[in-house]
């Protein structure tokens, strides 16, 4: 039976996730709400959604489900207004919000008693751009999509979800809310932290040391990537998840500390025995085997600086999906070749790599 899906947020998120519907429900009706009247037009006219308005209130009613795409600040916000409104019986609202404990216990406030469904969700996925003009069909391609249920999802939520957003191609997974704000803690929210410190110790050095905006390489570049991310997303994750994050920050300090005393003891084995422990930690952990949005499958070719070269290396991966091809220009201290092309999963890589070290004299390696 067809639905009527209600998002609200036309941003990135929510466009994204409309256009993912669509695509395995071209029946379903999907209605939306944003505040500005840029992406309510580009969702519309782009046919993202079928009908839109800025007033969050009136079409909440009329949805099966309601999916609120906002910052965690307004999506809790929306959730104490859904409880004062006379939705479907039965509805199920749904977010998408970075953190989730903060979602989740207003969810449990104020819609508990009401026969109202609630699921917490994190899609895991995005990119620093924003808004209905950025939106993508794929952006969930392979990417966890991850489900925090708490004591108002029933049994069938779950399924009743998972089969609305089939067509994101996403992974499903479901974790406790406030082990995910842990986790998350940990794997994303502190290193966005270390990435901005970084770029900040950095650019002040710079000021009187100014080589190092050109020394900087690939190294440098891997560990700020993410100083580039959206400030005001960042900002509302760190001040909805502030315990946790305090925590992290303070393990951290003191292992700094650690490593600071080992290197002004001169201790050898200490400073060795680090770099070789987080190397071991890092070549088992699960980024080096998953395909999809955060991570991909490097190959990097050390092509002479001739003509055509890089052409020739493209034509002979003619039919092989590539997710990015960078040249290594600058600094290439600490890296494997100038040419670096990331594929999506292991068997394309296999592949490039077998056609280029078969047709080329070019040294390959796979990282
Ligand atoms: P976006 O900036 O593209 O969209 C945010 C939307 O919220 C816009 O439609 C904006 O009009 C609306 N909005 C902002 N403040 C509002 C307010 N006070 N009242 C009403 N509407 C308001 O951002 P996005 O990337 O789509 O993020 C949406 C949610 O998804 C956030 O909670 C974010 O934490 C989460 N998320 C983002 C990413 C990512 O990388 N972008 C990844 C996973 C989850």
Excluded at 46 to 52: E, K, L, T, Y
Excluded at 168 to 188: C, G, M, N, P, W
Excluded at 232 to 256: D, Q, V, Y
Aim: glycine share 6%; with cysteine.
């Amino acid at each position: 039976m067809a639905k009527t899906i209600y998002i609200a947020g036309l941003g990135l998120i929510g466009t994204s996730m409309a256009l993912g519907i669509k695509r395995d429900h071209p029946d379903y009706e999907i209605l939306g709400y944003n505040r500005s009247q840029t992406s309510r037009k580009i969702a519309l006219e782009r046919g993202m959604v079928d009908c839109v308005t800025d007033d969050f209130a009136s079409f909440a009613p009329l949805a099966d489900v309601i999916i609120l795409c906002l910052p965690i600040k307004q999506t809790v916000t929306f959730i104490k207004d859904l409880a004062n409104m006379d939705l479907k019986e039965g509805v199920i609202i749904s977010d998408a919000g970075s953190t989730k404990s903060a979602i989740v216990d207003a969810a449990e406030q104020y819609l508990a008693g009401k026969s109202f469904r609630f699921i917490g969700a994190h899609p895991m996925a995005g990119s620093h751009k924003t808004g209905a003009v950025s939106a993508d069909v794929n952006l969930f391609e392979n990417a966890y999509y991850i489900f925090t249920p708490s004591s108002l999802t029933t049994p069938d939520t779950l399924e009743e979800m998972k089969d609305l957003l089939s067509g994101l191609h996403a992974r499903f997974i479901e974790i406790d809310a406030k082990e995910h704000d842990r986790v998350t803690s940990q794997i994303s929210h502190f290193p966005h932290i270390l990435a901005s410190s970084l770029m900040e110790q950095t650019a002040i050095y710079a000021e009187k040391h100014e080589m190092a905006r050109y020394f900087a390489a690939g190294g440098f570049r891997d560990m700020t990537r993410i100083a580039e991310s959206e400030p005001g997303m960042w900002t509302s994750i760190l001040l909805s998840n502030r315990e946790i994050i305090l925590e992290r920050i303070e393990n951290f300090k003191e292992r700094l500390d650690v490593i600071g005393q080992a290197i002004s003891q001169g201790d050898e084995d200490h400073i060795w025995n680090f770099f070789n422990q987080a190397r071991e930690q890092r070549q088992a952990m699960e980024i080096h085997k998953r395909g999809g949005v955060d991570s991909s499958y490097d190959l990097f070719v050390d092509v002479p600086d001739e003509e055509d070269v890089i052409l020739r290396i493209l034509e002979l991966l003619r039919g092989t999906s590539l997710v990015n091809i960078h040249i290594n220009e600058e600094n290439r201290e600490d890296v494997h070749g100038i040419l670096q092309i990331s594929f999506r999963n292991a068997q394309d890589l296999e592949r490039a790599q077998q056609v280029i070290t078969q047709n080329t004299d070019y040294t390959v390696v796979v990282k």
